[in-house]
């Protein structure tokens, strides 16, 4: 068993380090990505963009494995099994994983699993996100559920939460860092041309 604090408390400092806010790790086991290894899964942000583009996944993506391996070394092995490592940035339809999340993002869609069910015995929920509010260690979040209307829930209690990728919310994130896109498409055309050839 993969002890997920522990690799929290780990890859935070390194995160932290090059500038970016790490929003999850989680680790995904060899049947939930269909592969021979399971998969650790690390995804964070510039806080200025809300984005990692593909340098900062390399860059972080190097500072994590040469942690873990000088990890390994002393003696501490964080995890036992082979696995691959997977840097990203959390997209539009982003997980909701930290408070700040919840406050950030209020006024658009998501859909929220709870561990314990709300009114009417659901524990799935999807409709716009008020808020969240409370004292640290017991706050509550708020949600206009499309079935059952406004209801109020322990953050405690959300097994899972994230964004639903709506035009609003693609309007209201901040644009894309499009720098060298234009390198990628007339390289593309480049191939292109010397396929056909």
């Excluded at 070394?73 to 919840?102: M, Q, W």
Aim: hydrophobic share 40%; aromatic share 4%; with cysteine.
């Amino acid at each position: 068993m993969v002890d997920i604090a522990r690799l929290t408390e780990v890859i935070e400092p390194e995160v932290n380090a090059l500038g970016f806010d790490l929003v999850r790790v989680r680790i995904f086991g060899k049947s939930e990505v269909g592969d021979d290894e399971i998969a650790l899964q690390i995804m964070a942000e510039d806080p200025k963009t809300g984005q990692l583009v593909l340098d900062d996944c390399a860059a972080l993506s190097h500072r994590i494995s040469d942690r873990m391996d000088a990890l390994e070394e002393a003696g501490e092995t964080l995890i036992e099994e082979a696995y691959r490592l997977e840097v990203s940035s959390p997209g539009i339809d982003r997980p909701l994983t930290r408070i700040k999340d919840y406050a950030n993002w209020a006024g658009h869609e998501a859909k929220i699993n709870l561990i314990n069910p709300v009114e009417g015995n659901r524990k799935g929920l999807h409709g716009d996100l008020v808020g969240i509010e409370g004292e640290a260690g017991s706050e509550v979040v708020t949600l206009e559920d499309k079935k059952s209307g406004r209801v109020s829930f322990p953050l405690a209690d959300v097994q899972s939460a994230r964004l639903i990728l709506t035009d609003r919310l693609i309007a209201a994130s901040r644009p894309q860092d499009t720098s060298g896109a234009d390198e990628i498409v007339g390289g593309a055309d480049d191939i292109l041309e010397e396929q056909e050839d």
